[in-house]
């Protein structure tokens, strides 16, 4: 039972995530978080402004428990499964981390630099967190999904659009990394 | 008591982001950088047994926990609206860091700013519904 308290390799990890998406299936729904963006959009009164957002919000009720569940995860993979979190990472990664002034790079399991309380008074941090959030939210729905919703649950399904929407995230991934990112730092 | 079902299938979620790192954003960073492996053995593998899960679903015509035969849509047909919207939120996921599902077990596992990204997705999500009949899709 040791290995539970250590990182779990992506053959632990991956599988699994599988097996969540079956659960969803079993009980009769799908895998897919972002939705629960719009849903929450629609709670706080988005209908009003658009007919997008004008739904029967409680149909969407069940996702809504699984991203609370995903909160009390985190929570317990945090409190109760680990006994470090710090990430190990290869050591160019690191080196190049440092170069931005991301000291943290292999001692922590976020960059203190961008997800600490401390770093929420830089604008530039401010900057960097709310622009990549718009981003992600806009650009979800704007493809119909994330992750999990193409990835996983469209490219099992061998959805060929859930490719093209694949494909564009690494485009928007690997442009923001090796382009665009060092001027956030 | 339906209910309870999601926020334990939830629940393990958050628990397998938090424990596999994907919900990391050290991890994220490494993926586009090409230095390391585990992020595309996780979604490698999860893609391994998600395709034959729902190729056994379909097959067999297996039904739900409620007795209706599962039901697995088929995505509406476009190249535009996913390669753009993906692009964009491919942008996003590069910067921040974190894609929807890890945002919420960022907020469990304590990493407070993450409230302000998952905030602004709020708004991105917004102001996409507001202009989605402007945007090619």
């Known amino acids: 039972m040791e290995w539970i308290f250590k990182p779990w390799p992506w053959y632990i990890g991956g599988p699994l995530i599988a097996f969540v998406m079956f659960l969803l299936l079993f009980f009769g729904k799908n895998f897919g978080m972002s939705s629960n963006l719009r849903t929450l959009c629609t709670i706080c009164g988005a209908g009003k402004s658009t007919r997008f957002f004008d739904f029967d919000w409680k149909t969407q009720q069940w996702n809504l428990l699984v991203a609370f569940g995903a909160i009390i995860g985190g929570w317990i993979g945090v409190n109760w499964l680990s006994d470090s979190i710090a990430v190990q990472l290869h050591p160019d990664t690191i080196n190049q981390l440092h170069q931005f002034n991301i000291k943290s790079a292999g001692e922590a399991y976020m960059p203190e630099e961008l997800f600490s309380l401390q770093a929420l008074s830089n604008p530039k941090v401010l900057i960097t967190l709310s622009l990549g959030g718009f981003l992600v939210g806009f650009g979800a729905r704007y493809a119909g999904g994330c992750t999990s919703g193409h990835a996983i649950s469209g490219l099992s399904n061998l959805q060929l659009v859930s490719l093209y929407a694949v494909i564009g995230f690494f485009i928007g991934g690997l442009a923001m990394n090796h382009f665009l990112l060092p001027y956030f730092f | ?137």
């Open chain 2, 1 to 137: 008591m339906r209910q309870l079902y999601f926020l334990f299938i939830g629940i393990l979620f958050g628990i397998i982001m938090f424990k596999s790192e994907a919900a990391s954003w050290f991890r994220i960073y490494e993926m586009f950088q090409f230095k390391s492996f585990h992020m595309y053995g996780i979604i490698g593998s999860a893609l391994f047994f998600g395709v034959i899960i729902i190729q056994v679903i379909k097959r067999l015509k297996l039904k739900s926990a409620f007795g209706e035969t599962i039901q697995i849509p088929n995505k509406e047909k476009s190249v535009s609206r996913y390669i753009l919207g993906g692009t964009l939120f491919g942008l996003g996921w590069g910067l921040a860091g974190a894609c929807p599902g890890p945002m919420f077990t960022l907020i469990g596992a304590g990493f407070i700013p993450i409230l302000v990204v998952i905030f602004f997705a709020l708004i991105g999500t917004w102001v996409y519904g507001l202009f989605m009949n402007k945007l090619p899709h």
